[in-house]
């Protein structure tokens, strides 16, 4: 076993023997279809936090010649596969984690020899008996012990893009290294599998396109890699069921990711709800129901993209903040952290880095964008909140966000019409009241704070029709339910007699033991004014 090559299976083993641990052994299934074959480039885009490494190991354990397979899969959805046995244990591995390399070596000059001589001098130690011809060239020395021994190599590289995210303005240090992997990798007959993991796919760093060679699998497109992208709701299900959480506060918390899965053979294209893995160990192991993102990234992160000075950034975050969807062009970004040249480029850029969920409305790249979920939605809020300067209007309205729920709550009927009409000053630029949908988009962002006590439920099904909102109470904060009907250009007193009349209290069944709050909102489009009716309603 070495560091580079064939670093053997202890990091699988360790992955098993976690408090959570979730089978994604199929993916192996999926690259043995393209072993040694002209599609055996494969580069996984996906953001942190969604187990790239943990994948890479698993994929080094399966093709490593010095693991017994056999036993370190047992009992394991690869293990049932018919090609299981075919490719098991039958190559050189060299697994490099690129971040490693970099920390160690600023200069990619430097970089790049230090992996040659790092990896080349494990292969002459295990290989003693080899003629090699320059053991300073990589390339040269793999393809040595290829033409000596027959042997072919599975070649993984975790964190590939950390050269380009840190130069992202130097761009002949972008391209050595870039043709660094070109001539190690490419129409290299000793390549059996190439598997590079990344947050940015590769193609496009400005006109070189070295690495053409790779299939990106993105969250843009994620081709067949959705089901492995992060953690299904299937899998979501089943580990609620294990630890007994509550499965509706996790799926809010966390659901939000659409992966887009092509059909087979004419099938329809299906949809996989995908879910942050390292948010949802987080809550289900500690039973804690909040933003686990922190832990690995700050708000900062996001911060610096979306106060960019391009036109019409501004409204568009704005309108994800308040739970619209917004329109994308992702065809014009080139992948290049150093190179953002319009509003599209920064929301195409945020769906990369895990901030947006994306869903294709056109196959050339546009789409729409939309804040994936409630954890996601408070490092958008944060982030707001740390740059009021750039959003007055919408940063004040975040921050009374906890006076005008308690105001909700306690049936301050004048302070909740307020509260609302200061969120719509917030937003005024970009959203117009037009009919209800526009006035919920506003609600959304004056609720803000409800968030941390409730589930909100848009739509809610319930009586006779679809509640505007209702607001379920967390397990964990119990209180009451509320409910809330809105009517552009009619009054409080119509929402709040309809919210009855269609019995959309029904959605709160057997959810919300603190009682209810009934709540009806209207705007007056004419005199420009908010009012609102609230009835509170004791535990039955």
Not at 4 to 16: E, F, H
Not at 131 to 150: E, K
Not at 192 to 219: C, D, R
Request: hydrophobic share 40%; proline share 3%; net charge negative.
């Amino acid at each position: 076993m070495g560091i580079y090559l064939n670093p053997g299976a202890k990091a699988l083993q360790q992955a098993r023997k976690s408090e959570i641990y979730v089978d994604k052994s199929g993916l192996i299934a999926r690259l043995n279809r393209i072993v040694d074959a002209r599609e055996r480039f494969i580069c996984v885009s996906r953001p942190r936090r969604f187990g790239k490494t943990m994948a890479a190991d698993m994929v080094c354990a399966y093709y490593d010649r010095t693991v017994d397979g056999a036993a370190e899969f047992e009992g394991l959805e690869i293990a049932k596969d018919p090609s299981f046995d075919a490719n098991r244990n039958c190559y050189d591995v060299i697994h490099v984690n690129m971040v490693d390399f970099l920390a160690a070596e600023k200069d990619v000059d430097k970089l790049i020899g230090r992996l040659q001589s790092r990896v080349a001098r494990e292969l002459a130690r295990v290989y003693p008996d080899l003629l090699f011809r320059d053991l300073s060239r990589l390339p040269d020395t793999m393809a040595d012990v290829y033409t000596q021994t027959g042997v072919q190599f599975v070649v993984v590289i975790d964190e590939w893009d950390c050269v380009m995210r840190e130069k992202t303005t130097d761009e002949d240090s972008q391209r050595w290294y870039l043709d660094f992997l070109r001539t190690l990798l490419k129409d290299r007959s000793y390549v059996a599998l190439a598997y590079m993991t990344g947050i940015l796919p590769v193609k496009k760093y400005g006109a070189h396109s070295a690495l053409n060679m790779f299939t990106e699998l993105s969250m843009l497109r994620p081709l067949w890699m959705a089901p492995y992208t992060g953690f299904t709701e299937a899998e979501v299900r089943s580990l609620c069921k294990e630890w007994d959480r509550n499965f509706a506060e996790v799926q809010d918390w966390y659901d939000g990711y659409r992966l887009s899965l092509p059909g087979v053979r004419g099938q329809a294209q299906q949809v996989v709800r995908t879910y942050a893995p390292h948010s949802v160990v987080m809550a289900v192991s500690s039973g804690e129901m909040g933003s686990w993102w922190n832990q690995t990234e700050t708000f900062d992160a996001l911060r610096r993209y979306i106060v960019m000075d391009f036109d019409g950034l501004r409204d568009k975050v704005t309108r994800l903040v308040a739970g619209e969807r917004v329109s994308v062009n992702t065809g014009m970004y080139t992948n290049d952290l150093g190179n953002l040249a319009s509003a599209d480029d920064v929301l195409t850029l945020l769906v990369h880095l895990g901030y947006l969920g994306f869903e294709m409305t056109d196959p050339v790249g546009i789409g729409d964008v939309f804040v994936s979920n409630r954890e996601v939605a408070a490092e958008f809020a944060n982030s707001v909140l740390a740059s009021p300067g750039r959003w007055t209007g919408l940063a004040r309205s975040l921050a009374d966000s906890k006076d005008l729920v308690e105001a909700l709550l306690t049936g301050d009927a004048d302070a909740v019409a307020e509260g609302v009409a200061r969120a719509h000053e917030g937003v005024a630029s970009v959203i117009t009241y037009n009919n209800e949908a526009d006035l919920a988009a506003t609600l959304r962002v004056a609720l803000y704070a409800a968030s941390s006590r409730f589930r909100l439920v848009r739509e809610a099904p319930a009586g006779k029709g679809f509640a505007d909102l209702a607001m379920v109470p967390l397990a964990s904060s119990p209180g009451p339910g509320v409910v809330v009907e809105l009517k552009v250009d009619g009054t409080a007193d119509e929402a709040l007699a309809q919210i009855h009349e269609r019995n959309y209290a029904q959605a709160l069944d057997g959810l919300a033991t603190g009682g209810l709050v009934l709540c009806g909102i209207a705007y007056d489009s004419r005199a420009k004014t908010h009012t609102c009716r609230i009835e509170l309603q004791d535990p039955a």
